[in-house]
């Protein structure tokens, strides 16, 4: 009988702890989307006259600004125009290691021509 009241004694123990974990993991779930959803996208304007090569995968050449764009990207020449980053370190991880033509190829960067 003892022995009966200890087999049920531990499973309600690990009942109890297995519902404790999946309870703080649920907790620690929703607070990584809530994160990820109160990131705000930002616009970035080419501002850089530059148009040799590597020029558009440096950050210093873009522009945080609001879209549509109110800075002009030029006329006459092929140069991006806008990339939406939530942040100025996004945007530097998404130009790094990139060729100009692979910006201007690239369907998520706007351009004008």
Same mark, same amino acid.
């Not at 809530?34 to 440096?58: P, Q, R």
């Given at each position: #009988? =003892?022995?009966?009241? /200890? ?14 974990? #999946?309870?703080?993991? %649920?907790?620690? @779930?929703? /607070?990584?989307?809530? /994160?990820? =959803?109160? &990131? ?7 501002? *850089? @006259? ?8 440096? !950050?210093? $050449? ?9 800075? !002009?990207? *030029? =006329?006459?020449? $092929? /140069? !991006?125009?806008? &990339? +939406?980053?939530? @942040?100025?370190?996004?945007?530097? @991880? #998404?130009?790094?290691?990139?060729? $100009?033509?692979?910006?201007? $190829?690239? !369907?998520?960067? +706007?351009?004008? %021509?």
């Amino acid at each position: #009988m =003892s022995t009966l009241k /200890k087999y049920w004694l531990r499973a309600i123990t690990a009942f109890t702890l297995a519902l404790g974990v #999946m309870y703080f993991a %649920q907790a620690f @779930d929703r /607070k990584s989307e809530e /994160k990820e =959803s109160t &990131k705000v996208t930002t616009v970035f304007h080419y501002v *850089g @006259d530059d148009t040799s090569e590597g020029a558009f995968a440096n !950050p210093d $050449n873009w522009e945080e600004g609001s879209s549509p764009s109110t800075i !002009p990207c *030029g =006329s006459g020449q $092929n /140069k !991006p125009c806008e &990339k +939406s980053a939530t @942040d100025k370190d996004e945007l530097t @991880d #998404m130009l790094e290691g990139r060729s $100009n033509s692979d910006i201007l $190829n690239d !369907p998520t960067f +706007s351009t004008r %021509q």
